[in-house]
Nanobody
Framework: QVQLVESGGGLVQPGGSLRLSCAAS????????MGWYRQAPGKQRELVAI???GGASNNVGRFTISRDNTKNTVTLQMNSLKPEDTAVYYC???????????????WGQGTQVTVSA
């Protein structure tokens, strides 16, 4: 079994910054793509940022994704936050577990980010 545990959410004022972290643990053989998604109330879950095992990412604008393959962690640095960034942020990882030949998607439990004055 594989677990993803997120940390770093909270309340921040508009224009502020937050850093989200996600650690993968368990029966891990390989981790492929990792990413962050978010879901605001009444809206569908949407992709925020994604990064491959080789470090290629879709970093653009205010959010920067990075990962540490030695620690099985992925981080999302969020700057210049806006009220519309308020959402539950979820970590995602495609993981090949030990003893298997396929990748499966795993999700964290989500961490709340609230941007408000």
């Amino acid at each position: 079994q594989v677990q993803l545990v997120e940390s770093g959410g909270g309340l921040v004022q508009p224009g502020g910054s937050l850093r989200l972290s996600c650690a993968a643990s368990g029966s891990i053989f390989l981790i492929g793509t990792m990413g962050w998604y978010r879901q605001a109330p009444g809206k569908q879950r949407e992709l925020v940022a994604i990064i491959t095992s080789g470090g290629a990412s879709n970093n653009v604008g205010r959010f920067t994704i990075s990962r540490d393959n030695t620690k099985n962690t992925v981080t999302l640095q969020m700057n210049s936050l806006k009220p519309e960034d308020t959402a539950v942020y979820y970590c995602n990882a495609r993981v090949r577990s030990r003893g298997t030949s396929y990748y499966a998607d795993y999700w964290g439990q989500g961490t709340q980010v609230t941007v408000s004055a």
